[in-house]
């Protein structure tokens, strides 16, 4: 008889605890969760990571992701992980927000610390709405998305148009590296896992700040079904906001 | 030394290695002591984005493990309240301290005790409470905040230095604290990676029945027991006294001038001063009150540590009250001008 040996070609990873997510089904934050618990695994960082958690859907983080992890205010989160890294340098310091954290209340805090080229790594989850509020309009909300809080559909006039971070972060001198990326199907996410990889072994070199903005798929308040609300994330998000890497090495690459 | 760079010696020599602020009138030369004097000794300073981001940086320096402060005035100090009530909820110690100005609003730039009841009864959201302590001069600017890291890391708890435009701006010859920095208790909850044990989390969302009950529950035993152990108070003339004052901070060290001169004119009046505003010397103060025919609260506001003396007498002094709301400071003679009418008070009603 033949010897066989067994190889594993795909486990659950060891940064990712044994608990069931609480996410909707086809929601793009349990899809990083687990690249990201991937990406600690393969730079074999997760003892030495701390992450920060939003006030949003993603504020269980620490019930899933095997590493320290804080809480922090609504949009403070920058901050948060700013007083951890000055605090211990030589940690791996991460934070992870959503597009009502990141990109409304917490607007100051996200170009401050990307201004002082904080050693931190930015996750920037933009699904275009307050998922865990009721999928209210957030400052990505595309035009005519109609949520809660603009039922016939968001209008320039009266709310603006929505905000392109990577752009806006771009124009500032200290980043290292700014990246979009969006969870639009297979490909997407092998994208996504590898721009999560570039941005934490940025901060295992010390290299600077990172941001890493994943158009992700919120089924439940695009009100699709989770396939539908890839394509959404493919042909509407990806329209607005284009999928491509902005800032390499500190290097502007696209403005 | 000036109050607010006494203060921010006493930070360094505490070990505080982390602090961020933002600037404003009449707190400005502690954060620039700091920006110059703090990188030099081995911590990180930051000019923060905001009262908002700077606490927040807090937050996380606390949540890692270093000894870490701020400090503003008092439309700061408003701002900073959400994250202090998160700190509170978190059980992380932390040094806020306000140089108190004149409110509400903007107010104005001048020195004043009108934040005692933002400072004493909560401030942000939540059931909660902060060590609160009141200095009335640059050496116990200095001293207390030397004392500061050490009380919060015990309690793990946010305290405030309760200081005003008059102690931070102006200059007295100070003993500086001398020898290393306090030892820290071993801090079994900070986050520093999970190398070699389980993750751990610095949260204040709990959502789970019952969860968030049994934590308020295991605050409130450390609230009681920072009141049996810290509360602090001085005493000056109390022990024959028929006029006591009841007077904290820069009110504290004029009316000590006003209960001398009242003295010299034949009135017994001394000085019940509360060092600790919260936790609030009650017991102490009731006692005092029994022996004395009257009590005199003076303060540079319109009345709030007066509800804190009128619940420790309960009645059994008449209270009379002295403030001083618009930012200015009370002289000496104004005070002995309030002592007078109060005792003349209390004589008028037993000649009835």
């Known amino acids: ?79 948060v992980a700013t007083g951890i890294k000055r605090a211990l340098p030589d940690r791996i310091v991460f934070s992870y927000q959503g597009d009502g954290d990141l990109a409304a209340i917490g607007m100051a805090e996200t170009i401050h610390a990307a201004n002082r080229g904080e050693n931190i790594a930015v996750i920037f989850i933009n699904n275009t709405v307050y998922g865990m509020t009721g999928g209210q309009m957030a400052p990505t909300t595309l035009l005519g998305q109609q949520t809660p809080t603009c039922p016939t559909g968001r209008k320039t006039a009266t709310m603006g148009a929505p905000i392109r971070i990577c752009e806006l972060l ?79 090495e500190g290097v502007v690459v696209h403005d | 030394m000036m109050g607010n760079e006494a203060v921010a010696e006493g930070a360094i020599r505490a070990g505080c290695r982390f602090y961020a602020g933002y600037p404003i009138t009449p707190q400005n030369e502690l954060t620039a002591y700091l920006a110059k004097n703090l990188p030099e000794r081995g911590g990180s300073f930051i000019q923060a984005e905001s009262e908002l981001a700077a606490i927040n940086m807090v937050f996380g320096a606390s949540a890692a493990g270093a000894r870490a402060m701020t400090s503003s005035s008092s439309p700061g100090i408003s701002l900073k309240q959400e994250g202090i009530s998160y700190l509170a909820a978190s059980q992380l110690p932390a040094v806020i301290v306000n140089v108190q100005r004149g409110g509400p609003g903007l107010g104005s730039i001048d020195p004043s005790q009108a934040d005692y009841f933002q400072a004493t009864k909560g401030g942000g959201h939540g059931d909660y409470r902060i060590i609160v302590l009141a200095p009335m001069s640059v050496q116990e600017m200095h001293d207390f905040t030397f004392k500061s890291f050490s009380l919060a890391e015990k309690y793990r ?70 009141e049996r152990n810290e509360t602090r108070f001085a005493e000056f003339h109390t022990s024959d006294c028929d006029v006591l004052v009841a007077a904290w901070g820069t009110g504290a060290r004029i009316a000590r001038g006003a209960v001398l001169a009242a003295r010299a004119r034949g009135i017994k009046a001394g000085l019940f001063r509360p060092i600790t505003v919260w936790p609030f010397p009650r017991a102490r103060l009731a006692a005092l ?33 002295s403030g001083w709301p618009g930012g200015r400071i009370p002289g000496e003679t104004e005070i002995l001008g309030e002592i007078i009418r109060a005792a003349s008070k209390v004589k008028c009603s037993q000649s009835r």
């Open chain 2, 157 to 226: 708890v946010p305290v405030m230095i309760l200081a005003d435009g008059r102690l931070g701006q102006m200059m007295e010859p100070i003993f500086l604290q001398q020898g290393p920095p306090p030892r820290s208790p071993e801090k079994k909850w900070t986050l520093t990676g999970a190398k070699g044990r389980k993750p751990r989390c610095i949260r204040s969302l709990l959502v789970k029945e019952g969860e968030l009950e049994k934590h308020n529950y295991v605050l409130q035993e450390c609230y009681r027991k920072i």
């Open chain 1, 170 to 248: 771009n124009t500032l001198d200290r980043p290292f590296h700014i990246e979009r990326v969006a969870l639009d199907g297979v490909p997407g996410i092998l994208k996504t896992r590898k721009a999560l990889l570039t941005a934490f072994k940025a901060q295992k070199e010390g290299k600077g700040y990172t941001f890493v903005e994943i158009l992700s798929p919120c089924p439940t308040y695009f009100r699709r079904s989770p396939n539908d609300s890839l394509q959404f994330v493919k042909n509407e998000l990806g329209k607005y906001f284009p999928v491509r890497l902005f800032r390499k």
């Open chain 2, 289 to 321: 009150a029994s022996k004395a025919r009257t009590v005199l609260v003076v303060e540079m506001n319109c009345g709030q540590m007066l509800e804190d003396v009128q619940i420790s007498v309960a009645g059994a002094r008449p209270i009379s009250f």
């Open chain 1, 1 to 79: 008889m033949n010897k066989r040996k067994t190889i594993t070609i795909y486990s659950r990873p060891k940064s990712l605890g044994g608990l069931p997510m609480h996410y909707c089904a086809g929601c793009g934050h349990s899809l990083v969760h687990k690249l990201l618990a991937e990406v600690m695994d393969e730079l074999d960082i997760r003892g030495r990571t701390i992450g920060v958690a939003p006030v949003g859907c993603a504020v269980f983080a620490y019930f899933y992701l095997k590493c320290d992890i804080s809480e922090a205010a609504h949009g403070r989160t920058p901050a």
